[in-house]
């Protein structure tokens, strides 16, 4: 029998996890711990347990088969790839979507820190604004802001930048940076994308076949222009089983 409990004050705590579609097991006696605070990124191929791992901690797979202990902390929010704003609902109803209901803030309340949290992520002034009328970059801005608005212990993130052009995923790279100094969650996030494994997070976990086959902690400010930069990504790809004459795309193949 699985268990999900939350109010953990000390992070995340996986135990001898297993999830299984139609017989096919996806995650196999998984054991993982997130620290509070810690920025935590999961890479595998596709088919690895990545995006299951990320639901059974926000509590969104009851119907699995599976087993296993999963204690998280009280307070979780996801980012997924797409924004999934209400297109019908203006910003600000996006963000303060559900607050009052789970904070128990009053509804001038829960408007006042919606505005300040698009005030944080670059969006002061659009507060009326139609999702529509948002690049994609602003529609993710949006997404984050209605996430870090109910002040996670744990932000839960499905390749938040995968349909983001180059350059705007850097610019959301800087703008996650900043927030998560600001607001501390604990953070899991699943990308394909080894250099923004690096880059983000403080350790990086390759899954493989629902295992947990390495574990890297970059150095804090490593670079790409740093030696120990090339050497960690190769080795990270060298995990995945990405051959080294392969090794110039920076996502994982599917």
Same mark, same amino acid.
Request: charge should be negative; proline fraction near 6%.
């Given at each position: 029998?699985?268990?999900?409990?939350?109010?953990?004050?000390?992070?995340?705590?996986?135990?001898?996890?297993?999830?299984?579609?139609?017989?096919?097991?996806?995650?196999?006696?998984?054991?993982?711990?997130?620290?509070?605070?810690?920025?935590?990124?999961?890479?595998? +191929?596709?088919? @690895?347990?990545?995006?299951? /791992?990320?639901?059974?901690?926000?509590?969104?797979?009851?119907?699995?088969?599976?087993?296993?202990?999963?204690?998280?902390?009280?307070?979780?929010?996801?980012?997924?790839?797409?924004?999934?704003?209400?297109?019908?609902?203006?910003?600000?109803?996006?963000?303060?979507?559900?607050?009052?209901?789970?904070?128990? /803030?009053?509804?001038?309340?829960?408007?006042?820190?919606?505005?300040?949290? #698009?005030?944080?992520?670059?969006?002061?002034?659009?507060?009326?604004?139609? =999702?529509?009328?948002? @690049?994609?970059?602003?529609?993710?801005?949006?997404?984050?802001?209605? @996430?870090?608005?109910?002040? =996670?212990?744990?932000?839960?993130?499905?390749?938040?930048?995968?349909?983001?052009?180059?350059?705007? +995923?850097?610019?959301?790279?800087?703008?996650?940076?900043?927030?998560?100094?600001?607001?501390? =969650?604990?953070?899991?996030?699943?990308?394909?994308?080894?250099?923004?494994?690096?880059?983000?997070?403080?350790?990086?976990?390759?899954?493989?076949?629902?295992?947990?086959?390495?574990?890297?902690? =970059?150095?804090?400010?490593?670079? %790409?222009?740093?030696?120990?930069?090339?050497?960690? +990504?190769?080795?990270?790809?060298?995990? #995945?089983?990405? %051959?080294?004459?392969?090794?110039?795309?920076?996502?994982?193949?599917?």
């Amino acid at each position: 029998m699985a268990t999900h409990a939350g109010g953990l004050s000390t992070g995340v705590r996986v135990r001898d996890l297993v999830r299984s579609y139609d017989g096919a097991p996806v995650l196999e006696s998984l054991d993982l711990d997130i620290a509070p605070g810690e920025f935590m990124a999961i890479l595998g +191929r596709s088919g @690895s347990g990545k995006s299951t /791992l990320l639901r059974a901690l926000a509590g969104l797979d009851p119907d699995v088969a599976g087993s296993g202990e999963v204690r998280v902390p009280g307070s979780v929010s996801v980012v997924f790839q797409d924004s999934r704003l209400l297109p019908w609902a203006r910003v600000l109803d996006n963000v303060v979507l559900g607050l009052e209901a789970s904070t128990g /803030l009053s509804r001038a309340e829960a408007r006042a820190a919606g505005t300040a949290a #698009l005030a944080e992520v670059g969006l002061a002034g659009r507060e009326r604004a139609w =999702p529509g009328e948002l @690049s994609g970059g602003e529609q993710q801005r949006v997404s984050l802001a209605r @996430s870090l608005v109910r002040r =996670p212990e744990l932000l839960l993130a499905d390749e938040p930048f995968g349909a983001l052009d180059a350059l705007t +995923r850097t610019r959301m790279h800087g703008l996650l940076r900043e927030l998560l100094e600001r607001h501390g =969650p604990a953070v899991l996030m699943v990308t394909h994308d080894v250099d923004e494994a690096i880059v983000l997070a403080d350790r990086v976990v390759v899954l493989d076949s629902g295992r947990i086959a390495a574990q890297r902690r =970059p150095d804090p400010g490593l670079t %790409p222009a740093d030696a120990a930069y090339g050497a960690l +990504r190769a080795d990270l790809l060298e995990a #995945l089983g990405v %051959p080294a004459a392969d090794a110039a795309p920076k996502e994982i193949p599917a």
